[in-house]
């Protein structure tokens, strides 16, 4: 599905800057859906941190307030030259998520913002593994991304949002079950909390030593 409005949010950073912010309005602003995933975290100025999927760095730009080690990783070579010149702190690698170019066991923390929807079934328990395999044992992964709604009212939006914006794979994870999928991949549920009418859903997860 998706229409032509997805393609212009990837081609027009000021298109897609601005979709963000209305879109986060729904949860109190852009300042405040960013900060979703790390509620309740403790990140240190040396804490090891991978922001999975950084596309532009809106994420990236808040992790780097917290610390000083901000990996950003992207495949798409236009999303990281964005990051680079939004936030030049950070250090950037272009890579598949299915396929990291990192050691075992070489983060505290890995962070995903908006991403996990995008990718297939098959792709996303790939993803998870690989988080897992990257991950520190008692690592944390901290995600948000979209889940049904548990408010009627917000029904509309979420399903005509998704129309507009997103593909088949969206709504493939509102029909599947993440933390299942993340107990599979060796996590243990710490923290899952929803917002927005129960249309989104912010997940802190650690993992557990194999």
């Not at 917002?195 to 650690?206: E, M, N, Y």
Request: net charge negative; charged share 20%; proline share 4%.
């Amino acid at each position: 599905m998706a229409t032509i409005l997805r393609e212009w949010s990837y081609r027009y950073q000021w298109f897609y800057d601005t979709v963000s912010r209305l879109a986060a309005l729904s949860v109190g602003g852009e300042g405040k859906f960013r900060q979703l995933a790390l509620q309740n975290l403790t990140i240190q100025p040396n804490t090891q941190v991978l922001d999975l999927c950084c596309g532009s760095g809106q994420a990236t730009e808040v992790l780097v307030k917290y610390s000083q080690e901000v990996t950003g990783l992207d495949a798409s070579p236009l999303s990281l030259k964005r990051a680079q010149h939004n936030v030049p702190q950070a250090k950037y690698v272009e890579a598949f998520a299915q396929k990291m170019p990192f050691s075992d066991r070489s983060f505290d923390l890995v962070h995903s913002s908006m991403a996990m929807h995008e990718m297939t079934a098959e792709e996303l328990r790939q993803i998870l593994s690989e988080v897992h395999r990257v991950l520190k044992p008692g690592g944390i992964f901290t995600l948000v991304d979209f889940h049904p709604p548990t408010n009627w009212l917000f029904v509309p939006g979420i399903y005509l949002f998704l129309f507009l914006f997103e593909t088949e794979t969206a709504w493939q994870l509102l029909r599947g079950d993440l933390v299942e999928l993340l107990e599979e991949a060796g996590f243990e549920l710490q923290n899952r909390v929803l917002h927005a009418g129960g249309s989104l859903q912010a997940i802190q997860a650690i993992a557990r030593a194999n």
